[in-house]
């Protein structure tokens, strides 16, 4: 598969130039607007190992809030509701960093921290999950997960650490071109963790991290969202709704809608008020 990706690219450009101007980076929205003889036109293109490389082309399937921002920032914070794929989206960026042209070729990161609340959130959700590195990846450059070890090693020789933040003192030695930070909102030794971090990402000529969170009103991300190297993206649950099941988003947002857990946890709002308060902003 090491130019299986190139054909679908072609494609997708070549359709896209000559109708609506769009790129890949909305190729299957484009596609999914456009008329049954066009759709036929672009899946009749495809050979057998194409239409097996396409599934692992992010950049066409992506949500625009999935998809890293322009620009030489430090730390891309994704904030969302429940289910609005930053799970996805943090493990694709990984992807993006760690493979190369071919499944043996060097990416642009080698050494990657992968950061969670626990350990075992780190191997459930970042790792192992439905949306999760290893899912996210194609079979010729899917990485092994080392247990022993607590890492991810991929065949082109990149490497991706787990580390928890009750453990802040974990981080202390390692070092790293890139990061990716999973819940950061809820971790409990969140500042002493993000601190180590930082310490820690300086191999490269421009290490970066990807945080993915549920917004809470906390200083760490306060303090990170207002950091000129930051850049964000935001999305609510409904933003993922084609990914999720009709039932969930009903009973959501039946019960929660119009609410503060609802505003936070659906919307992906960070709510600075205290719940109680007297005087709000």
């Known amino acids: 598969m090491k130019n299986a990706t190139s054909k679908p690219v072609r494609a997708v450009a070549d359709l896209t130039s000559t109708s609506s ?7 299957a929205a484009w596609i999914a607007s ?5 759709q036929a036109e672009f899946l009749d293109d495809l050979s057998e190992e194409d239409l097996l490389a396409l599934p692992f082309l992010f950049d066409f399937w992506a949500l625009p809030h999935q998809l890293p921002p322009e620009g030489g920032w430090k730390s891309w914070v994704i904030l969302g509701g429940r289910g609005a794929g930053k799970t996805r989206a943090g493990a694709e960026w990984v992807r993006s960093k760690v493979e190369g042209a071919g499944p043996l070729d060097a990416g642009r990161a080698r050494r990657v921290a992968l950061v969670g609340e626990t350990i075992d959130q780190v191997r459930e959700v970042m790792v192992f999950g439905e949306s999760g ?11 092994v997960w080392e247990a022993g070890r607590k890492r991810l ?18 981080l202390r030695g390692p070092q790293f071109d890139a990061a990716w930070v999973d819940e ?24 970066q991290q990807c945080v993915t969170t549920t917004p809470r009103n906390v200083g760490v991300l306060k303090v990170l969202l207002k950091a000129p190297s930051t850049v964000t993206s935001s999305a609510s649950t409904e933003a993922n709704r084609a990914n999720l099941a ?36």
């Open 34 to 38: 456009e008329t049954a003889e066009i």
């Open 133 to 143: 590195l290893l899912a996210c990846s194609p079979p010729d450059r899917r990485p």
């Open 184 to 207: 950061l909102a809820k971790w409990r030794n969140g500042q002493a963790t993000w601190d180590q971090l930082q310490f820690g990402l300086r191999l490269g000529a421009h290490p």
């Open 21 to 27: 101007g769009q790129d890949l980076r909305s190729g």
């Open 153 to 170: 090693v991929w065949p082109n020789g990149a490497v991706a650490q787990a580390f928890s933040a009750h453990d802040p003192e974990g």
């Open 246 to 281: 009709l039932s969930f988003l009903e009973e959501v947002r039946a019960r929660y809608d119009g609410t503060r857990l609802g505003r936070q946890e659906l919307d992906g709002h960070l709510l600075e008020d205290s719940e109680g308060a007297l005087w709000r902003r």
